[in-house]
Every structure is written in structure tokens, then in C-alpha cells.
């Protein structure tokens, strides 16, 4: 179906539109980017109008450079959803055929399709905080957050501190999850106190933490990792986000965290190379979630790799099977990663001492559990529950 394209009125006709419109003086140059509110999608453009591409190029030679950017940054937007299915990524960043809402005249309907219909809950997820990340860089743009991270917490060393439990306890190192709720698990605590969990994990002998800062689907927040980074807990921490865009690299940052979750279902291969570089420029860890051995392949061919997370939850069906960190782990790419001393981390599903002797007899170093230590009424107790013996030392 082709796009349809709602705008009300000249105030809320999309700013990419005016600036393409400003580069030509031509009214048939009517080209909609993607844009913050996802009010009508390029990529799915038909063809005649893609055709036209080379004429805004052309039209483009003698412009500023700023108008110049944009048409770029109007170019890889188009392209971003066909680079990431060549790539085996299912995951469309926004609603190709832009949001069911429409507007005729006065009137607001809505229009539900396999284009403005997401496929599962991950691309609900993503197709959200698209969204959402574009008003927050509306209100915070990134020159501002690059001048706040001067005055951000000092980063603590996450994989150091991961390999340190490691040695010391000769079990995985522990990334423990402060996370109220899921889509998958619904509410997993009424009484949900992220600092008291934090330091109650602490005491347990947690390595790290593991932060939810999403609000829609689990019910997290920034001020949840703030108030840890700010309350005396030392574990270090990871902001568990669904990462789109840079952006979000600096303003975890800023909000104290000391590592960051990348997931490779939603990031194609250059962003993955891209947003590593960030996390390393501003000193956070970058930790690279994969589910299947095609993503675990992609991660693997990109350099500067040093913390991969196996996740045993698939986040398109919410299917949990902790064989899939062994079947991840075994031969030619078990060898590749000891080799280059990646970390790996088992994620999910895990509730025993044999789930967790398991994960560590497939190869991994490290474990990110939530839901079995959250739930418990003290999660001190919980972790020792879940090791089988007293880990904190
Ligand atoms: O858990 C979900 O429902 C979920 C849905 C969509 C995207 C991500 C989701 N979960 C993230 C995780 O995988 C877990 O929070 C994490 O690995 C801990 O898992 P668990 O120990 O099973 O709580």
C-alpha cells in the first residue's frame, strides 16, 4: 500500500519536508523522510517518486551543506530498513507505511496494515522508542548532553569487575537485573524499590547491575539509574535500553551508567561498528546482545568486540531455552571468541544452580539474571538461592 500522508496544517508539516521543500523550488518535489513523529515513511515510496532521486541529487549540487546533510541523512533513512533485511534483520525501525492515524479534514481515523502494524513485540518496542528518542533529542540535542558529560559520574570498569567475581568465586559473574516489569512476565514486583534491590543485590555479591531504564514495557526509568548510580551502591552499571540511535549512548552516560546494551536484532551491522566506537569514546561498555548464530556470525566479523551477551529469550516470541547459549558457544565460534577473549554473558532463564553450571560448562563468564532473583522477598537471599552457596566474599 503506498503511504498515505496526513498533515493538518503548515504547523505540523514535518521539518525534513520543509527543508527538501526549500531546496526546490518545484511543488511535484513533495518528499517525505522519516521523521520524529513517523507521520510518513520513505521507504516504501513508489518507485516513480525513488526514480526522482537522482534529480533531487542533482538539484542538490550548490546547496548549503547543511541542506546538503540533509538530503543524505534523507538517503540512508530510505535505505535503513532494505540494509538491515540484507542483513537478516526482521526488526523495521518505523512503521513503513507511517502510523494509523490519518486525518481527513477535521476528522482522525485510524487505519491498521501490515505496514503500520507491528510484527511482534520487539518491533512494537523499537517503533516506540523511535518516537520517543526524537522528542528527547528535541529537548536535549546532543551538543548540550556532550557539554553535560563532563559533570557525569567516573566510569566504573564492568568487565573488569565481571572478571574479578569470576576469579574470585570460580562461578560466573553476576549482572543482576533491577526490572519491575516485562512484556513477557507482566509485573514481577509490586513493591519495587530500585535502590533497595540494588544494594540488596549488592550485598549478595552481584558484580554488576543491570538497569531497565525503558518506562512503556518494563516499567524502568533514568531516575531509576540515577538514584542507584547516586545512592553509594559500587557495582557497576548497565543501561538496559533499546538502543536506535547514539543519541542514547551519551545520555546513559550522563545519567551514570558504566555499560550499555546493544541489541543485534535491531542494529545493523554499521551501527553496532559505529555505536561501539561511541561507547568506547565516552567510556561505557558495550554489551552486544545476540540470539542466533546469524547474529552471533555478524557480531563476530566486527572489530572491537569485547562483551557479548547470548540471550535465551527470543524477543520476537518470548521462547526461553538455555541450549541456545551452548548451541551459540560450540565449536568454530566458541574457538573465535576465546581467542580474541571476547566475555561472554548467558542472558535469561535462568533460575537454579544447574541452569547456571550449564551456562558455565557451554563457555560462559558471566550471567544476567532477572526475573528469579527480582521476584524473591529478599533478593540477598535470592542469589545465593539461585548459585547454590553464598557468592558474596
Ligand atoms: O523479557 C521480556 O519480556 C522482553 C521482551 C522484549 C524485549 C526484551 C525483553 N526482556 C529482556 C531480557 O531479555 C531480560 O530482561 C534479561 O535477559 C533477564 O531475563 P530474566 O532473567 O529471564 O528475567
Redesign the pocket.
Known amino acids: 500500500m503506498e503511504a498515505t500522508i496526513s498533515m493538518k496544517t503548515a504547523t505540523n508539516t514535518p521539518t525534513s519536508l520543509v527543508s527538501l521543500q526549500s531546496i526546490h523550488s518545484r511543488p511535484k518535489f513533495t518528499f517525505f523522510k522519516p521523521n520524529p513523529l513517523g507521520i510518513s515513511m520513505a521507504q516504501n515510496l513508489p518507485l516513480s517518486i525513488r526514480a526522482q532521486k537522482s534529480e533531487l541529487k542533482e538539484a542538490a549540487a550548490g546547496i548549503s551543506e547543511s541542506d546538503a546533510l540533509k538530503v543524505k541523512e534523507w538517503e540512508v533513512g530510505m535505505f535503513q530498513d532494505e540494509v538491515a533485511a540484507s542483513q537478516g534483520i526482521r526488526i523495521r525501525r518505523r512503521p513503513p507505511t507511517g502510523p494509523p492515524l490519518h486525518y481527513v479534514g477535521p476528522f482522525e481515523f485510524r487505519l491498521q496494515n501490515e505496514g503500520n502494524t507491528p510484527r511482534n513485540?520487539?518491533e512494537e518496542?523499537v517503533w516506540h522508542k523511535d518516537v520517543e528518542v526524537s522528542q528527547l533529542k528535541g529537548r536535549t540535542p546532543l551538543l548540550l548532553l556532550k557539554k553535560a558529560l563532563e559533570s557525569a559520574p567516573p566510569v566504573r570498569d564492568f568487565i573488569g569487575a565481571l572478571k574479578a567475581a569470576n576469579l574470585q568465586t570460580g562461578l560466573p559473574g553476576l549482572i543482576a537485573?533491577v526490572?519491575k516489569a516485562?512484556?513477557?512476565?507482566g509485573i514481577l514486583r509490586e513493591d519495587f524499590d530500585p535502590v533497595e534491590i540494588a544494594k540488596a543485590y549488592e550485598k549478595g555479591g552481584a558484580a554488576c547491575l543491570s538497569v531497565l531504564t525503558d518506562r512503556k514495557y518494563f516499567q524502568g526509568g533514568f531516575e531509576n539509574l540515577e538514584k542507584i548510580r547516586n545512592s553509594g551502591v559500587k557495582c557497576p552499571l548497565l543501561c538496559k535500553e533499546f538502543v536506535i540511535d547514539a543519541w542514547q549512548i551519551y545520555y546513559a552516560r550522563t545519567k551514570g551508567a558504566d555499560a550499555i546494551l546493544l541489541i543485534a536484532a535491531v542494529l545493523p551491522d554499521l551501527d553496532i561498528q559505529y555505536m561501539t566506537k561511541i561507547c568506547k569514546m565516552v567510556g561505557l561498555t558495550a554489551l552486544v546482545e545476540v540470539h542466533d548464530e546469524r547474529e552471533m556470525d555478524r557480531v563476530l566479523g566486527i572489530d572491537g568486540i569485547e562483551l557479548i551477551g547470548i540471550?535465551n529469550?527470543n524477543?520476537e516470541t518470548?521462547e526461553?531455552d538455555i541450549s541456545n547459549t551452548k548451541k551459540l558457544l560450540q565449536g568454530e565460534r566458541g574457538r573465535r571468541i576465546q581467542e580474541r577473549g571476547i566475555i561472554v554473558v548467558g542472558?535469561?532463564?535462568?533460575f537454579t544452580p544447574s541452569d547456571i553450571a550449564y551456562v558455565q560448562e557451554a563457555g560462559v563468564k558471566a550471567v544476567?539474571?532477572?526475573?528469579?532473583i527480582v521476584k524473591q522477598s529478599d533478593p540477598t537471599k535470592g542469589i545465593a538461592g539461585l548459585f547454590g552457596k553464598d557468592i558474596s566474599c
Open positions: 513485540i520487539l518496542i537485573e526490572k516485562s512484556p513477557s512476565r540471550n529469550r524477543l518470548f526461553v542472558e535469561s532463564g535462568l544476567l539474571v532477572g526475573e528469579s
